[in-house]
């Protein structure tokens, strides 16, 4: 099985991931999303490389490396806990495309919920999450990550 992707002048076939692979990218994402809102940083921070960006329309400029990520992360956990704030992340609709060069190309929907401290959870932000995946020692790790919001132009 072959999927298909269009850009503004052709069509052309992407090869299919295979079901191990597809599988093997949810549970880096499982992984990778608790991390994220437990606010385990040195870890989450360890599922990108070392000279990862990501692009994030909340920021002025893409964080670049692993130690700005961690940096980034951490202000945000401490800020979230003075609120008493929660957020959990959810990535859905994940499509996986490989690459020739080996990478893979991830896009899907994320879903960030916002629950205040005994209070209801609620939506925050509705996003699409476009990555590039690497292998590092076996293991998967986020290359570049660009992440666009539903609410913004």
Same mark, same amino acid.
């Given at each position: 099985m072959t999927?298909?992707?269009q850009t503004a002048q052709q069509e052309t076939p992407a090869p299919a991931v295979t079901a191990e692979v597809y599988a093997e990218v949810q549970q880096f994402y499982a992984e990778h999303l608790h991390l994220l809102d437990g606010g385990t940083v040195d870890a989450w921070a360890d599922t990108f490389t070392a000279d990862a960006i990501f692009d994030v329309p909340t920021l002025p400029e893409p964080l670049r490396g692993r130690e700005a990520l961690a940096?980034?992360?951490r202000r945000t956990a401490a800020q979230l806990a003075a609120d008493g704030v929660q957020r959990r992340h959810w990535h859905g609709m994940v499509a996986v495309f490989p690459q020739a060069d080996g990478t @893979?190309? &991830?896009r899907c929907y994320s879903l960030v919920f916002s629950t205040p401290l005994?209070?209801?959870p609620a939506l925050?932000?509705?996003c699409v999450c476009e990555d590039v995946l690497v292998r590092e020692d076996g293991? @998967?790790? &986020?290359?570049r990550r660009?992440?666009?919001r539903d609410d913004l132009p």
């Open positions: 999927q298909t992707t940096g980034s992360l @893979l190309r &991830v005994g209070g209801d925050h932000r509705v293991r @998967l790790k &986020v290359h660009k992440v666009t």
